[in-house]
């Protein structure tokens, strides 16, 4: 197919290179197809080329946003039309009207920070609602948890602009008149009232479809839910076929803007019952009590998601409220107009359920802490991959929803099958709405696996009918449950469904193969059956994840990586400048495990597909912290490089930035010179010309240390090794220097071992065994010198945190062993004067006592392998401090990377998202702190405005 006419023709971009095809051929689900291209339209015009494109040559177009769905929706083999990118708007808000319209790309959580301007929200909220887009919240017709109250997206959408599949423009919304204004606009409503006019098809329709009560119901095209309306049933809603555009999963029409229903913003106090139960029958008993106190939500966590949390270290800090090992625990959701209402109906609740003996600890949560106990909630879906191992949790019967008061007799009966076939599943979510995401553990890469993945979709969709429930709730039924659809509502409903397909899409040009005429559920899934797995010998220890490979697998597609900076953390810093699926944590991983699993080359980490998705990665470790599925793609990306480079041999400026010390440290008995001539190497390495290149000190900080550092104490509170880090010595001296010396007026002994570099340049441009050999050394130092109450103190977060986190990777046996004993020993200068303050040996009185404004920015790997707490600590127990951290991630800069100019404009561009514009607003006489070096050079280039580190203000 010729795509060379069509690139030219659209203002957006066409890609049909392999790496791009290769990182949409997946999303959250167990399906796999490689796309003809990927399409990111710019406008309305190009999506109406982009059809009559496909029309013409006989091919489809795969609509799709942040690309999270679960059953296959937005994996095809035709056109991917990605609208995430440039289809961001918010069109119009109308308080007095109570709607907003919006292009689908708006991600659900930004379009409510907007609306809470006006103290408006959409109310349908899915786990993934950071990153969510209402594009494919209409396509799946979404709920989430507090459905209880506000329903699906489909009682939410008003009107829809969009293009048929003759690409013409159409406008839906309530209607009396069935007519249409063109001959494939004319064809629809006659198509709907020939089948709804039709007294035996809404017979069947209502004999056949879900339970009315069921409200999560998104089995099929929703023509239960149109034979409620006018002219169909006399007393219904006005007829709208907005009904039958959510949950279509984009194979009817291409929605280009919507109208949406907007909710005011619920008042009053809130508080979660968090009810420990010893079995999910018990949860889900809880669960029916729970509902006669008008919950807005009601959601369960198994001990499996528990257990999750605990592996994840950004959930583990939400894990606060967790009394003991429940096997279950339901999150009920109360607002009250005043607090005694609330406390009240808490009350009344607590002694019904203690009557019924449910539940053994109700820890009642308020505040801020709320927040935490939803993220822990939230993180559900990305945290179910972080088990090691080829069995996974597989979305396969995970949607299911019946009557909720047949919840618990469901998921018994639901658990007997699993156990006759040897399983056992994770159940968490809705439980106040008759759906739990039930999701048994299977082995994909197996032909045993892959049969059980067939056997057990059978054999519950043949419960679901049992109870007369949805085989869908919520996440569609897409590729995965489209086959079951003629068995969940008869033949003959089917043979409806087929012609609504015809009808708006006669040359199937929209997303074929979901719904209807769906191939096998158990065809082009992600694994191949009894696939080779192949084993690669790497340098760093993947043994937790049983190899690398594994290691990129741990990505399920959930997509947490495509949050935007409007959300807060730092994952991932590239995406959120670019926004473009390539520059996603899960793009890097998608790729590894494409080109890992399905490359002819002796040598896959050669292979160029690589090369293009990693390129924008700043090692910066966000990943390592704020992926629920444990992805550590800075460790991925130094594997990489150093494999690649055993056949490309060492770049030459790979090779000058990873011997940055041994460089500079020629300079040592004359710093003038390097000033003299540090500009000049800026277009032999390849460096922008717009980046600073800091000056050497005049004296290296471990000279001054030996020759001019006297102590003050007489008697040491305790003996402590400082870190002389390759930055800090021979570039930040003053700054160590105010470190050791507070170190010393605190009443530390500080010593100074003859130690090697951290090797953090080696390390983030893969050069491994050079890393290694510095991390023998430094542990084998020492793991001797740092006995009882010694420890070993940083100031630079990036290189004293290789202690904790590369370093334990680089090594192997003992030398692992004495590695992790040295980490335990390691701190940055804010954790130790945390512990310090902690342990009673610091008071606030030793920290200064003059008044300042302080705005702070954490470094990443500070943030990743430590936390932004220490250092609020200790800038708090500073009396006269008024302190607050800028909700920033990434500053952009990440050691070389910023320096590279064909890295420079994105790295500006991150530090533009939230960290320059900050820096600008602060007063004169507010100091900006950041304790990494690349932070204080990228603010300073950014900015103007010199950043201090901590050590310099306390």
């Given at each position: 197919?010729?795509?060379?006419?069509?690139?030219?023709?659209?203002?957006?971009?066409?890609?049909?290179?392999?790496?791009?095809?290769?990182?949409?051929?997946?999303?959250?689900?167990?399906?796999?197809?490689?796309?003809?291209?990927?399409?990111?339209?710019?406008?309305?015009?190009?999506?109406?080329?982009?059809?009559?494109?496909?029309?013409?040559?006989?091919?489809?177009?795969?609509?799709?946003?942040?690309?999270?769905?679960?059953?296959?929706?937005?994996?095809?083999?035709?056109?991917?039309?990605?609208?995430?990118?440039?289809?961001?708007?918010?069109?119009?808000?109308?308080?007095?009207?109570?709607?907003?319209?919006?292009?689908?790309?708006?991600?659900?959580?930004?379009?409510?920070?907007?609306?809470?301007?006006?103290?408006?929200?959409?109310?349908?909220?899915?786990?993934?609602?950071?990153?969510?887009?209402?594009?494919?919240?209409?396509?799946?017709?979404?709920?989430?948890?507090?459905?209880?109250?506000?329903?699906?997206?489909?009682?939410?959408?008003?009107?829809?602009?969009?293009?048929?599949?003759?690409?013409?423009?159409?406008?839906?919304?309530?209607?009396?008149?069935?007519?249409?204004?063109?001959?494939?606009?004319?064809?629809?409503?006659?198509?709907?009232?020939?089948?709804?006019?039709?007294?035996?098809?809404?017979?069947?329709?209502?004999?056949?479809?879900?339970?009315?009560?069921?409200?999560?119901?998104?089995?099929?095209?929703?023509?239960?839910?149109?034979?409620?309306?006018?002219?169909?049933?006399?007393?219904?809603?006005?007829?709208?076929?907005?009904?039958?555009?959510?949950?279509?999963?984009?194979?009817?029409?291409?929605?280009?803007?919507?109208?949406?229903?907007?909710?005011?913003?619920?008042?009053?106090?809130?508080?979660?019952?968090?009810?420990?139960?010893?079995?999910?029958?018990?949860?889900?008993?809880?669960?029916?009590?729970?509902?006669?106190?008008?919950?807005?939500?009601?959601?369960?966590?198994?001990?499996?998601?528990?257990?999750?949390?605990?592996?994840?270290?950004?959930?583990?800090?939400?894990?606060?409220?967790?009394?003991?090992?429940?096997?279950?625990?339901?999150?009920?959701?109360?607002?009250?107009?005043?607090?005694?209402?609330?406390?009240?109906?808490?009350?009344?609740?607590?002694?019904?359920?203690?009557?019924?003996?449910?539940?053994?600890?109700?820890?009642?949560?308020?505040?801020?802490?709320?927040?935490?106990?939803?993220?822990?909630?939230?993180?559900?879906?990305?945290?179910?991959?972080?088990?090691?191992?080829?069995?996974?949790?597989?979305?396969?019967?995970?949607?299911?929803?019946?009557?909720?008061?047949?919840?618990?007799?469901?998921?018994?009966?639901?658990?007997?099958?699993?156990?006759?076939?040897?399983?056992?599943?994770?159940?968490?979510?809705?439980?106040?709405?008759?759906?739990?995401?039930?999701?048994?553990?299977?082995?994909?890469?197996?032909?045993?696996?892959?049969?059980?993945?067939?056997?057990?979709?059978?054999?519950?969709?043949?419960?679901?009918?049992?109870?007369?429930?949805?085989?869908?709730?919520?996440?569609?039924?897409?590729?995965?449950?489209?086959?079951?659809?003629?068995?969940?509502?008869?033949?003959?409903?089917?043979?409806?469904?087929?012609?609504?397909?015809?009808?708006?899409?006669?040359?199937?040009?929209?997303?074929?193969?979901?719904?209807?005429?769906?191939?096998?559920?158990?065809?082009?899934?992600?694994?191949?059956?009894?696939?080779?797995?192949?084993?690669?010998?790497?340098?760093?220890?993947?043994?937790?994840?049983?190899?690398?490979?594994?290691?990129?697998?741990?990505?399920?597609?959930?997509?947490?990586?495509?949050?935007?900076?409007?959300?807060?953390?730092?994952?991932?810093?590239?995406?959120?400048?670019?926004?473009?699926?390539?520059?996603?944590?899960?793009?890097?991983?998608?790729?590894?495990?494409?080109?890992?699993?399905?490359?002819?080359?002796?040598?896959?980490?050669?292979?160029?597909?690589?090369?293009?998705?990693?390129?924008?990665?700043?090692?910066?470790?966000?990943?390592?912290?704020?992926?629920?599925?444990?992805?550590?793609?800075?460790?991925?990306?130094?594997?990489?490089?150093?494999?690649?480079?055993?056949?490309?041999?060492?770049?030459?400026?790979?090779?000058?930035?990873?011997?940055?010390?041994?460089?500079?440290?020629?300079?040592?008995?004359?710093?003038?010179?390097?000033?003299?001539?540090?500009?000049?190497?800026?277009?032999?390495?390849?460096?922008?010309?717009?980046?600073?290149?800091?000056?050497?000190?005049?004296?290296?900080?471990?000279?001054?240390?030996?020759?001019?550092?006297?102590?003050?104490?007489?008697?040491?509170?305790?003996?402590?090794?400082?870190?002389?880090?390759?930055?800090?010595?021979?570039?930040?001296?003053?700054?160590?220097?105010?470190?050791?010396?507070?170190?010393?007026?605190?009443?530390?002994?500080?010593?100074?071992?003859?130690?090697?570099?951290?090797?953090?340049?080696?390390?983030?441009?893969?050069?491994?065994?050079?890393?290694?050999?510095?991390?023998?050394?430094?542990?084998?130092?020492?793991?001797?010198?740092?006995?009882?109450?010694?420890?070993?103190?940083?100031?630079?977060?990036?290189?004293?945190?290789?202690?904790?986190?590369?370093?334990?990777?680089?090594?192997?046996?003992?030398?692992?062993?004495?590695?992790?004993?040295?980490?335990?020993?390691?701190?940055?200068?804010?954790?130790?004067?945390?512990?310090?303050?902690?342990?009673?040996?610091?008071?606030?009185?030793?920290?200064?006592?003059?008044?300042?404004?302080?705005?702070?920015?954490?470094?990443?790997?500070?943030?990743?392998?430590?936390?932004?707490?220490?250092?609020?600590?200790?800038?708090?127990a500073a009396e006269n401090f008024k302190v607050q951290m800028i909700p920033s991630g990434c500053c952009g800069m990440a050691g070389s990377f910023g320096y590279e100019k064909e890295h420079f404009d994105v790295s500006m561009k991150i530090g533009e998202l939230v960290l320059f514009p900050k820096v600008r607003e602060a007063e004169e006489d507010t100091i900006i702190l950041a304790s990494g070096t690349s932070c204080r050079h990228q603010i300073w280039d950014g900015t103007g405005k010199v950043a201090r580190h901590i050590v310099e203000i306390l």
């Amino acid at each position: 197919m010729n795509f060379t006419d069509l690139k030219k023709e659209i203002k957006g971009q066409l890609y049909t290179d392999e790496a791009i095809k290769r990182i949409y051929a997946t999303d959250a689900s167990a399906y796999r197809e490689v796309p003809l291209a990927v399409a990111i339209p710019k406008s309305d015009a190009d999506i109406e080329k982009l059809i009559r494109f496909a029309k013409k040559n006989q091919t489809s177009l795969i609509p799709r946003t942040a690309g999270t769905s679960l059953a296959g929706q937005v994996v095809g083999g035709g056109i991917i039309v990605d609208v995430s990118k440039h289809f961001t708007k918010i069109i119009e808000v109308n308080v007095a009207k109570e709607y907003v319209w919006v292009q689908p790309g708006i991600v659900r959580d930004e379009l409510n920070r907007e609306l809470a301007k006006y103290g408006y929200f959409f109310a349908p909220e899915t786990s993934t609602a950071n990153r969510a887009m209402i594009g494919g919240m209409i396509g799946n017709n979404s709920c989430g948890s507090n459905s209880v109250v506000y329903g699906s997206t489909r009682e939410h959408l008003l009107e829809v602009k969009a293009f048929l599949s003759d690409s013409t423009h159409v406008y839906f919304k309530e209607t009396e008149d069935l007519r249409g204004s063109t001959e494939l606009e004319i064809q629809l409503y006659e198509n709907i009232s020939e089948i709804l006019l039709a007294e035996k098809h809404v017979e069947r329709i209502k004999k056949e479809f879900p339970k009315p009560n069921i409200p999560r119901r998104n089995t099929g095209y929703a023509l239960d839910m149109l034979a409620r309306m006018q002219p169909f049933n006399p007393e219904g809603e006005p007829f709208n076929f907005c009904s039958l555009i959510a949950g279509s999963e984009g194979t009817l029409a291409f929605v280009t803007a919507a109208k949406l229903k907007i909710t005011k913003i619920p008042d009053g106090f809130k508080r979660l019952v968090c009810i420990h139960c010893k079995s999910i029958d018990d949860a889900l008993k809880a669960n029916l009590i729970a509902l006669n106190y008008q919950p807005y939500a009601c959601e369960l966590m198994d001990h499996y998601i528990l257990e999750a949390t605990a592996r994840n270290k950004e959930q583990a800090a939400n894990r606060f409220f967790v009394e003991g090992e429940p096997k279950a625990i339901l999150i009920v959701e109360l607002i009250g107009e005043t607090e005694k209402e609330v406390d009240i109906r808490i009350l009344n609740f607590l002694t019904e359920l203690g009557k019924q003996r449910l539940g053994y600890a109700f820890p009642i949560i308020r505040g801020d802490d709320i927040k935490k106990v939803w993220d822990l909630r939230k993180a559900g879906l990305g945290l179910l991959s972080n088990i090691p191992g080829d069995i996974k949790p597989v979305p396969v019967v995970e949607d299911t929803a019946v009557a909720v008061k047949d919840l618990p007799n469901y998921i018994g009966d639901f658990n007997k099958i699993l156990q006759k076939h040897n399983l056992y599943s994770v159940h968490y979510a809705h439980a106040g709405s008759g759906e739990l995401h039930l999701r048994p553990y299977l082995n994909l890469k197996t032909e045993e696996g892959v049969k059980l993945f067939r056997t057990i979709a059978e054999e519950i969709a043949a419960l679901v009918k049992k109870y007369e429930g949805s085989l869908s709730g919520e996440h569609g039924d897409g590729r995965l449950r489209g086959e079951f659809i003629p068995r969940m509502i008869g033949e003959e409903n089917y043979q409806l469904l087929k012609k609504v397909k015809l009808a708006w899409d006669p040359d199937n040009i929209f997303n074929p193969g979901k719904i209807v005429g769906t191939a096998p559920m158990d065809t082009f899934l992600r694994y191949e059956k009894n696939q080779e797995i192949p084993e690669y010998d790497t340098l760093l220890d993947f043994s937790n994840d049983q190899g690398i490979l594994r290691s990129a697998e741990l990505c399920n597609g959930s997509g947490d990586c495509r949050k935007s900076e409007l959300n807060g953390g730092t994952m991932c810093p590239s995406y959120q400048a670019t926004r473009d699926e390539k520059d996603t944590t899960r793009a890097r991983a998608n790729i590894l495990r494409e080109m890992l699993t399905r490359s002819k080359e002796t040598n896959p980490f050669v292979q160029p597909e690589i090369k293009e998705v990693m390129d924008l990665c700043l090692s910066c470790k966000g990943c390592k912290r704020e992926c629920p599925s444990n992805v550590d793609m800075g460790k991925l990306k130094a594997e990489w490089q150093y494999q690649s480079m055993k056949d490309n041999g060492v770049p030459f400026r790979t090779k000058m930035i990873g011997n940055y010390a041994k460089s500079i440290q020629r300079f040592e008995k004359a710093p003038w010179a390097y000033n003299l001539t540090r500009n000049l190497s800026k277009p032999m390495l390849g460096f922008a010309t717009g980046r600073s290149i800091p000056k050497m000190a005049s004296q290296t900080l471990r000279s001054w240390f030996d020759k001019k550092f006297h102590s003050l104490q007489r008697e040491s509170k305790k003996t402590v090794y400082f870190f002389f880090d390759e930055f800090t010595n021979y570039l930040d001296v003053e700054i160590g220097k105010k470190a050791i010396m507070l170190l010393d007026r605190m009443g530390y002994e500080v010593r100074a071992a003859n130690h090697a570099i951290s090797g953090r340049a080696y390390l983030s441009k893969g050069m491994l065994e050079e890393a290694r050999e510095l991390a023998k050394e430094n542990v084998s130092l020492f793991h001797s010198l740092l006995k009882k109450d010694v420890c070993l103190i940083g100031i630079e977060p990036s290189a004293i945190l290789t202690f904790r986190d590369e370093y334990p990777d680089l090594l192997r046996g003992e030398e692992k062993e004495q590695a992790l004993k040295v980490a335990e020993r390691t701190f940055t200068i804010e954790e130790f004067l945390a512990k310090e303050l902690g342990d009673g040996r610091l008071k606030p009185e030793d920290f200064s006592h003059e008044k300042k404004k302080i705005l702070v920015h954490g470094h990443c790997h500070q943030k990743a392998l430590s936390s932004m707490i220490p250092t609020m600590k200790v800038l708090k127990a500073a009396e006269n401090f008024k302190v607050q951290m800028i909700p920033s991630g990434c500053c952009g800069m990440a050691g070389s990377f910023g320096y590279e100019k064909e890295h420079f404009d994105v790295s500006m561009k991150i530090g533009e998202l939230v960290l320059f514009p900050k820096v600008r607003e602060a007063e004169e006489d507010t100091i900006i702190l950041a304790s990494g070096t690349s932070c204080r050079h990228q603010i300073w280039d950014g900015t103007g405005k010199v950043a201090r580190h901590i050590v310099e203000i306390l």
